[in-house]
């Protein structure tokens, strides 16, 4: 009774999942962010955004300032390992633009579909864990601009599913593993330095 219980859930989140992401994906479509989402989740397009980052670390946290940038890569490496390499492997689940009975839904805006599985999002997974990270460590010096980490990070996720490549679920996943990972490195920082 409790395992058809619990395949009456999934079946019921999955028709949710492909329902909403069909929302995202077709019916919220428009040139502007046609142009523009493809920009957003390239991990390229943010080079600069990184290297601000580390500058603004070396500046504000002086000789802390390295290991802030050694917990930021440790964050990223973290959620990366667990999201691709441990929940990918284990949920194996088709992205959109990959799964033979859903993909004729799907209006991909990318040259292919990405490889590989889509539970969890390892770009949801990468960028909540910085934005967790980068919240706690910095929360103190910059006050409420510390949150824009997670409007940043949001639009990435945003953006997953925009162009044809994620479920909301994957990058709701994604996002939960990055703040499991990105919040606690950022108060094991705050407390050795």
Known sequence: MLLIKLLTIWDNLKIWDQWFFIQVNNNLSNDFFDSVMPLIRNSYFWIPLYIFLILFATINFKTRGWWWV??????????????????KEYFERLRPCMDPDFSSNVRLLLNRCSGGFSFTSSHAANHFGIAGFFFITTQFLIKKWAMLGFFWATAICFAQVYVG?????????????????????????????
């Open 70 to 87: 050694v917990f930021f890569i440790c964050t990223v490496s973290i959620t990366d390992l667990v999201s691709s390499r441990l929940l």
């Open 165 to 193: 490549v994620h479920y909301p679920l994957d990058v709701l996943g994604g996002a939960i593993v990055g703040l499991l990972v990105g919040i606690p490195m950022g108060l094991y920082f705050k407390k050795q330095f």
